[in-house]
């Protein structure tokens, strides 16, 4: 297994997700082996049933990620990356937490820094669309409904595809606010605005 340590400089964000993404392809082309993977699940039927070939790329992996991981917080590597989202010709660059990454201190702030910008182009791509929650099945929401959430969120995820835009309002811990388990302390709560009743994706 590589090492991200090695060289006098700290590598930038992007370069760790080159290297994570490298690593990612080597685990499943079978490269990366670790002989003790059936031991470390706690499920012996669940481990013989995936097999050591399996279960060794997928432990290779993370535990080359928690090396990462590591590696971030040591040399303060930011986990943020900067995406784009068009939608009706108008694009907006985003600061988010890159999935493969963790936040260190400050990453935060940047995050909770780009709400204002994101809701002022949903607000101004959206004025005239109807706007649904992110449920099965979906269901109407008006403008001050999304506001009232708005206000709560900490900071805000947008992506889109050609004829809907989708809206993450966000709060609580950056490693958890995803998982339905962690509400209500953490969590997102997703709207959606489509001209018609929006296609049940997940976001």
């Known amino acids: 297994m590589r090492s991200p340590c090695f060289g006098s400089m700290p590598y930038a ?33 669940i481990a013989h049933m995936l097999g050591p070939e399996k279960l060794s790329r997928c432990y290779a992996y993370r535990d080359f990620r928690e090396q990462i991981h590591h590696y971030q917080r040591e040399h303060q590597v930011s986990g943020i990356v900067w995406r784009s989202c068009t939608f009706q010709k ?44 992110h449920t099965l099945p979906p269901q109407p929401l008006t403008s001050d409904a999304v506001e009232g959430l708005a206000e709560k969120a900490e900071w805000v995820e947008i992506d889109a595809t050609r004829t809907e835009l989708y809206l993450g309002l966000c709060w609580g811990d950056l490693r958890e606010y995803q998982f339905p388990h962690a509400r209500p302390a953490s969590g997102c709560d997703r709207v959606i605005a489509s001209r018609n009743q929006p296609t049940p994706i997940k976001i």
């Open 90 to 133: 108008r694009v907006i660059c985003y600061p988010e937490l890159h999935n493969q990454l963790v936040a260190i201190p400050g990453d935060r702030e940047i995050l909770l820094d780009g709400k204002h910008q994101v809701l002022t182009f949903w607000r101004d791509v959206t004025a005239d669309m109807p706007l649904w929650s």
């Open 13 to 45: 964000t992007d370069q760790l997700i080159e290297i994570l993404d490298a690593e990612l392809q080597a685990a499943w082309r079978g490269d990366r082996i670790l002989p003790s993977s059936m031991q470390r699940l706690e499920h012996p039927a």
